[in-house]
Nanobody, 129 residues
Framework: ELQLVESGGGLVQAGGSLRLSCAAS????????IGWFRQAPGKEREGISC????????YYANSVKGRFTVSSDNAKNTVYLQMNKLKPEDTGVYYC??????????????????????WGRGALVTVSS
């Protein structure tokens, strides 16, 4: 069974930090490309980062660059999203998504939903003002 499970969401004050986890199961973590998306109320789903087993550096959306950091623990089959200096506009449901058996984030399509074949169910992040 291929599965991604997000965890670590919750309520945090503006300026605070939160770390999300994306645990993968059902496939090996040797070759992977995992993206993070978020969807704020009333808005479209936004690609915010992508990390892979081969990319030299992860991708970040401008909206989170400098504040969010994605990392991986291959032994745990887990990708993390460290979110710092959170703002109320960061509020939303955060999803991780995978391109199974792919080792690179799509260079021109890493933030596009159709690039990903497996999705988690999401984790709610609420940032209070």
């Amino acid at each position: 069974e291929l599965q991604l499970v997000e965890s670590g969401g919750g309520l945090v004050q503006a300026g605070g930090s939160l770390r999300l986890s994306c645990a993968a199961s059902g496939f090996t973590f040797d070759d992977y490309a995992i993206g993070w998306f978020r969807q704020a109320p009333g808005k479209e789903r936004e690609g915010i980062s992508c990390i892979s087993s081969m990319d030299n550096a992860p991708y970040y959306a401008n909206s989170v660059k400098g504040r969010f950091t994605v990392s991986s623990d291959n032994a745990k089959n887990t990708v993390y999203l460290q979110m710092n200096k959170l703002k109320p506009e960061d509020t939303g449901v955060y999803y991780c998504a995978s391109i199974v058996a792919v080792s690179m984030c799509p260079r021109t399509a890493w933030a596009l939903i159709p690039s990903y074949t497996l999705w988690g169910r999401g984790a709610l992040v609420t940032v209070s003002s």
